[in-house]
């Protein structure tokens, strides 16, 4: 049957011109405990309508000034709480169907009996208990749908950042497995080929003093001078798989980026590169050694003016935080393809004509030996920028 609306809280405001309707209506309904309030016009109705905001407005059809439709209409469009059941003097079905149409929840035709008048103000506020009911209940389920939507979204947003954190710390440790097992890998090299290097060279240096030939004198330097380059490449790649001798001291890392950057003074210049240069006052200074941090910011500087043949603009940052010395070093140039990215820092990955792609392993193992980080936080057309943080303790 639903729920029965408390007749104690149920306030009904009459209105009808008729001071007998009122008075009839106002005992009838008093009798079965519900609270009543009467109106002898629609003006004075529609005042007590917006003071008291009623369960049920009981309102006759015919009266003067404001009839019983225009006022219908005003109630059901400015308090949709309140319920309508219109007198009617007159049984058509077309006036039944214009009230209905208008809003009114029920009609009772004049005279009506005190039952028949129990029975439809029962059943219109069984009605709208139940119709408001569900209302608060489809309210709080959109609420809850919302709230729902909310957490999804903060859920997923959650698992994305996670499943970056994780895609990133996965190629962290890949990155170190490659770099401990090149350091093995190099060890031995070392071993195996500078010992047959070496001797390649000596054998040739003594062929070359009894040559008189220029042209095979020639030839013999530049087989000296590719046993160079393999040493060379050699001590580059163990540069990169194992860190060398070094001493730790105070390092001013303006100071370093600084030198960094007078070394490429000419070529700067010559390619017509842009320099900005910005630190941030009373940088504290690392325990570190010297050569290894310039070796950081020397091969960062190398890519980006390899970057820039024909003018562009390099800008370095320096800053720091509560944890971290940090410094941004950009270029204007082409930019790293996507495809790249995962192996940037990869030993003998380069796609330059020249070069052995030794310098950004060189500077990620450098980084890591000092518990930093080193990321791309962008690259495209308009250019790549390196993020360098190292922890100040």
Known sequence: MGPMPNRANARILVIDDEESILNLVAIVLGNQGYRIEKANDAFKGMEMVAAHNPSLVILDYMMPGMDGLQALKQIKSGYPDTYVIMFTGKGSEEIA??????????YIIKPFSNKDLVERVQNVLKVRTVEISNRELTLEREQLLQEIKAWNEELELRI?????ALKKAHAEVVQSQKLATLGYLAAGMAHEIRNPLNSIALFVQLIKEGVNDLEKVEYIEKILKEVDRVDATLGKLLDTARRPR????????????????????????TQGIELNYSSRKNIPHLMADPAEIQQIFTNLLLNAVDEMPESGRLDIELDYDSNDIVILVSDSGRGIPEKHLPNIFDPFFTTKNRGTGMGLPIVLRIVKNYGGKIEITNTGNSGTTFLIRLPIA
């Open 160 to 164: 994305r950042k996670e499943s970056e």
């Open 97 to 106: 169907v214009e009230l209905m149409k208008a809003g009114a929840s029920d």
């Open 246 to 269: 070094f001493e730790l001291a105070e390092v001013d890392i303006g100071e370093v980026i600084q030198k960094a950057l007078d070394s490429f003074t000419p070529q700067i210049n």
